[in-house]
């Protein structure tokens, strides 16, 4: 008999089907009947969060988060404990202010785990929408924890943990690529229209904000990057990309394997107005377009919490930000991605036959 949860996961893979079929459908209608169906079998999503408990996996991830703050905290020079303002976003992505504004005593951590540094999330899976690599991948780079290279904006640690979805267990060992803009939301390593200067072919060579780390055993990744900046048409993010197999070559590279997964994390909207206010970021020409109205948010946060819960690391959020996210994978899937660039070793090479090269 098939357990419960593989039948929400066949579920769920069946509205991914009848939305890869009809890509132009209402994703509203679409969007309202996996909510409906998940509101249905909320003991689902507890089942897998009391598994990840159970087996020490979310209290190692609650030690793990506010070590990456304090760690953050002391090479600021502030104490290690201290006033941490925690944000996230829970069921209603768009519907809820999310800084709630808790400020925490400094030498206590006594609130429950489960409230601070914790996130419920459970093993569902990121859905899949059309093009979730976007016209900005690159292929090739180099494989690294910090992406910031000599940028300055507002430091960022993302913990990104995965899980598989097929058994709610931590993805160990696959490499995960992150790419986002820079504070003014120009992407390095591709030149096109709609990201910066179309005639500024030396963006080719360009590395910044791109980052590649393995998962460990509990399936967690941490790469530092700036907070990005944003562009038109699209609310604030970063990409997430998931390789399975494949091989590290002796230039640091990494090449071969399978596509597993492809996806995006965002950001609370206030929190996006808050880094506008912080150079380089006010010099951003490009308008906001608001998480309530960008397309790919709304097909992710139709079944998972695509935002990144976040504590500010000092009084201010220029101080930098410790952001955490769980992603739910299916390690069975492979994608086709279109790289709009390789990263070689005569520097960035546009991919001749990449669609969307150039393509905002
Ligand atoms: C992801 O979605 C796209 C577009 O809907 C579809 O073409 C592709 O087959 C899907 N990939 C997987 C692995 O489900
Ligand atoms: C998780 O859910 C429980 C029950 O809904 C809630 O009390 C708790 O605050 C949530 N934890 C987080 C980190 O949001
Ligand atoms: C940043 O590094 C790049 C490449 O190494 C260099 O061309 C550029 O001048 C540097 N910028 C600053 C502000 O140091
Ligand atoms: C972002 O990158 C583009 C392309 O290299 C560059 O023109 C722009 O100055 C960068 N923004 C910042 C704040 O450095
Ligand atoms: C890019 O080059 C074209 C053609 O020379 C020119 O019309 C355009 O203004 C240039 N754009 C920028 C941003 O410099
Ligand atoms: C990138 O750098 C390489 C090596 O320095 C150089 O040969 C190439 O012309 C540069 N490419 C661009 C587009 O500037
Ligand atoms: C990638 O997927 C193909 C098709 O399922 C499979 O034959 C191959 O072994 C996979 N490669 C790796 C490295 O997992
Ligand atoms: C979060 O709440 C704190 C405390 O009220 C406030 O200082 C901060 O500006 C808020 N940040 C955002 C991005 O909402
Ligand atoms: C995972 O991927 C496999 C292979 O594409 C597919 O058969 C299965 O339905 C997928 N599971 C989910 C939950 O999408
Ligand atoms: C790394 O090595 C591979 C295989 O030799 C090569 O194709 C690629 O251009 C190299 N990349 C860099 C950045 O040197």
Not at 162 to 180: A, H, R, T
Not at 198 to 217: E, G, H, M, V, Y
């Amino acid at each position: 008999m098939p357990s419960v949860l593989s039948i929400i996961i066949w579920t769920l893979a069946t509205f991914a089907a009848f939305a890869a079929a009809h890509p132009g459908d209402d994703h509203e209608a679409e969007a309202a009947e996996r909510r409906a169906f998940i509101e249905r079998n909320p003991h689902l999503q507890k089942r897998c969060a009391s598994t990840l408990k159970a087996r020490g996996h979310a209290s190692r991830a609650v030690a793990r988060r506010r070590g990456l703050a304090e760690d953050m905290r002391r090479a600021r020079g502030l104490p290690a404990e201290g006033k941490y303002i925690k944000a996230r976003d829970l069921a209603s992505v768009l519907a809820t202010d999310h800084n709630q504004t808790s400020s925490y005593p400094s030498t206590t951590f006594e609130t429950p785990q489960d409230s601070f540094f914790g996130d419920n999330s459970s093993c569902i899976l990121q859905p899949n929408f059309t093009l979730p690599e976007g016209p900005y991948y690159v292929s090739g780079e180099l494989i690294r924890k910090n992406g910031i290279e000599n940028l300055t904006g507002v430091n960022m640690i993302m913990d990104l943990q995965l899980i598989d979805v097929n058994n709610c267990e931590p993805v160990k060992g696959m490499y995960v690529e992150f790419w986002q803009a820079n504070q003014t939301g120009v992407y390095s390593g591709t030149v096109g229209n709609g990201n910066g200067n179309a005639n500024d072919t030396s963006n080719l060579n360009n590395t910044w904000l791109r980052a590649i780390q393995p998962t460990d055993d509990e399936g967690v990744v941490q790469v530092e990057l700036l907070f990005p900046g944003h562009y038109a048409p699209r609310a604030t993010h970063t990409h997430i990309l998931v390789h399975q197999g494949g091989y590290v070559l002796p230039n640091n590279t990494f090449a071969g394997g399978n596509v597993s997964h492809v996806g995006q994390v965002f950001f609370d909207q206030d929190l996006i107005y808050e880094i506008d206010t912080f150079y380089p970021y006010t010099t951003n020409p490009n308008a906001i377009l608001l998480n309530a109205d960008d397309y790919a948010l709304a097909i992710e946060a139709t079944t998972t919490d695509p935002v990144v819960n976040y504590v500010y690391v000092g009084d201010s959020a220029g101080d930098g930000l410790v952001t955490w996210i769980t992603v739910g994978i299916n390690t069975s899937a492979i994608y086709d991605v279109d790289p709009a660039a390789f990263w070689t070793a005569d520097g960035g090479v546009e991919n001749p036959i990449q669609p969307l090269a150039g393509g905002g």
